[in-house]
Each structure stands twice: as structure tokens, then as C-alpha cells.
T-cell receptor
């Protein structure tokens, strides 16, 4: 069974540009979470989607947005990129809401803003 | 609000030695607690979790953790470390209901000397 897949693996953008990151959850998983892992800061929660709807949002500016498609895959968009957006972006999926449902993580997309 | 503190940024141990990684949490009720491991270039993998019941939890790869309510701690232990255990370790705490979003600590980097 395929795990959570993220694309691209690496992404280099210029300040002010837009970045689009993609996530395919494990088959049968309806919840998708996005986290930002900046150096030395641990994982910061960005967004949570379940059944196509945004369920919760972390403390990030509106230029961080996303969506979940009918097949439960998800996209994270970052507009007006800033240098401090450089980080590893991790996607996780689970079978649904609730912490008893284990979240499985992808390998991440390394975004570098120059 | 829930929070997690991992007081050690780096821990260095010799192969074969015992290991304890510290985690302290802040949360009013009984928390949901997790330990994840992140190997270089990889996503996060769940090592173990505590929801209720026995306060000593066994996980994968020979790891265990003990929930101590009086100390608000959930320390990770392993009796004998292997070189392949070198990785970043994250403790996380979640609320039982509501947001379903676990809060992660900043991580502890484990270095294993031969």
C-alpha cells in the first residue's frame, strides 16, 4: 500500500513568487494535515482538511492557503513568498478526525526561497 | 492552550548505552501524548502513543515511554541504543476533542557514537 506522497521533493522559488505543493493521502484517508518545519522550530500546524472542507487553521498569514479535492488529495499554496517561508513542508493523512486515528506523514517538500 | 517542551536540543550517547529523552507538556485535562521519529530526509514515523490506561507504553523499535501526570512528563526511553536510532525525535500533545490537532515540541536530535 502506498504511503503519503508529496510533490515536488524540492522546490526553489524567488521571493514574491507563488509556490504550490501537492499531497496524496493514503487510500481511504479523508483527513489531510499540513505542517511547516522550519529549522529549529519543530512542526508548526498550518491547515487541516477533512472531507473536502477546511476544518482548522494554524497561526499563519492568509497568503498560506490550500484546498482538498474530491479524491482527498490536497494542495498547499503559498503566495508572495518570503525568505522565511523556506522550510520543509510536511503533509500527513489519517482516516478521519480524532487523535486516536494515527496520522501518517509524507517525506515532505523542501521549499527554498531565494 | 496546550504546549510541549523538549528541553534537550541535542543528546549524544554511545551505542549500547541507555537513552532517555525528556518531554514536558502543558494541558489541563488528560492529554493524548505521542512520540515521533524523523530520520534524515524522511517524514515522521509514530513510535508510540498514550491515550489512557497503563502509564507505561511500549512502542516500535524497542522504545517505551512513561506518562507521569504529577510531573506533566512523557519521557521516551530505550535500554540500549543502536547507531540506526540517530534521528530527530518529536514529542506531541493533543486534546481529546475539538481541534484534533497535536502540538509538537521543537525536537531533540539524537547523536549516537560508535
Amino acid at each position: 500500500e502506498a504511503g503519503v506522497t508529496q510533490s515536488p521533493t524540492h522546490l526553489i522559488k524567488t521571493r514574491g513568487q507563488q509556490a504550490t505543493l501537492r499531497c496524496s493521502p493514503i487510500s481511504g484517508h479523508t483527513s489531510v494535515y499540513w505542517y511547516q518545519q522550519a529549522l529549529g522550530l519543530g512542526l508548526q500546524f498550518l491547515l487541516w482538511y477533512d472531507e473536502g472542507e477546511e476544518r482548522n487553521r494554524g497561526n499563519f498569514p492568509p497568503r498560506f492557503s490550500g484546498r482538498q479535492f474530491p479524491n482527498y488529495s490536497s494542495e498547499l499554496n503559498v503566495n508572495a513568498l518570503e525568505l522565511e517561508d523556506s522550510a520543509l513542508y510536511l503533509c500527513a493523512s489519517s482516516t478521519g478526525p480524532g487523535l486516536t486515528n494515527e496520522a501518517f506523514f509524507g517525506q515532505g517538500t523542501r521549499l527554498t526561497v531565494v | 492552550a496546550q504546549s510541549v517542551t523538549q528541553p534537550d536540543i541535542h543528546i549524544t550517547v554511545s551505542e549500547g548505552a541507555s537513552l532517555e529523552l525528556r518531554c514536558n507538556y502543558s494541558y489541563g485535562a488528560t492529554p493524548y501524548l505521542f512520540w515521533y521519529v524523523q530520520s534524515p530526509g524522511q517524514g515522521l514515523q509514530l513510535l508510540l502513543k498514550y491515550f489512557s490506561g497503563d502509564t507505561l507504553v511500549q512502542g516500535i523499535k524497542g522504545f517505551e515511554a512513561e506518562f507521569k501526570r504529577s510531573q506533566s512528563s512523557f519521557n521516551l526511553r530505550k535500554p540500549s541504543v543502536h547507531w540506526s536510532d540517530a534521528a530527530e525525535y518529536f514529542c506531541a500533545v493533543g486534546a481529546g476533542g475539538g481541534s484534533y490537532i497535536p502540538t509538537f515540541g521543537r525536537g531533540t536530535s539524537l547523536i549516537v557514537h560508535p
